[in-house]
Nanobody
Framework: QVPLVESGGGSVQTGGSLRLSCSTS????????LGWFRQAPGKEREGVAV???????VYADPVKGRFAFSTDNSEHTLYLQMDNLKPEDTAMYYC???????????????????WGRGTLVTVSS
């Protein structure tokens, strides 16, 4: 599996912005789902924004209107622009690719998915 590497995390105050990046190390994932997920301390991992294999992007309700998923033209870099950040957005953020997804969830054989190691986002009030 080609590694995914996230960057761009940090500490901001409520209302601030961050832009996360995820490098696919030059690998192109054709007909794959591309996604951003997060896991807060003591909570389960949740989908934040997932680009379906048809190109549509699905956002989790808590981030709609504040976060924006994009890629470069080659889809070798994924981005997550996060605006109007709130303390509840504090979490480790991961990018991932996988062949099957619905909504903001990946499903199917997890061995077919690739996950980055994450980048920490901390939002203080």
């Amino acid at each position: 599996q080609v590694p995914l590497v996230e960057s761009g995390g940090g500490s901001v105050q409520t209302g601030g912005s961050l832009r996360l990046s995820c490098s696919t190390s030059g690998h192109t994932y054709i007909n794959y789902c591309l996604g951003w997920f997060r896991q807060a301390p003591g909570k389960e991992r949740e989908g934040v924004a997932v680009k379906q294999d048809d190109g549509s992007i699905v956002y989790a309700d808590p981030v709609k209107g504040r976060f924006a998923f994009s890629t470069d033209n080659s889809e070798h870099t994924l981005y997550l622009q996060m605006d109007n950040l709130k303390p509840e957005d504090t979490a480790m953020y991961y990018c991932a690719v996988g062949p099957f997804c619905t909504g903001t969830s990946f499903f199917g054989d997890s061995s077919l998915q690739t996950w980055g190691r994450g980048t920490l986002v901390t939002v203080s009030s």
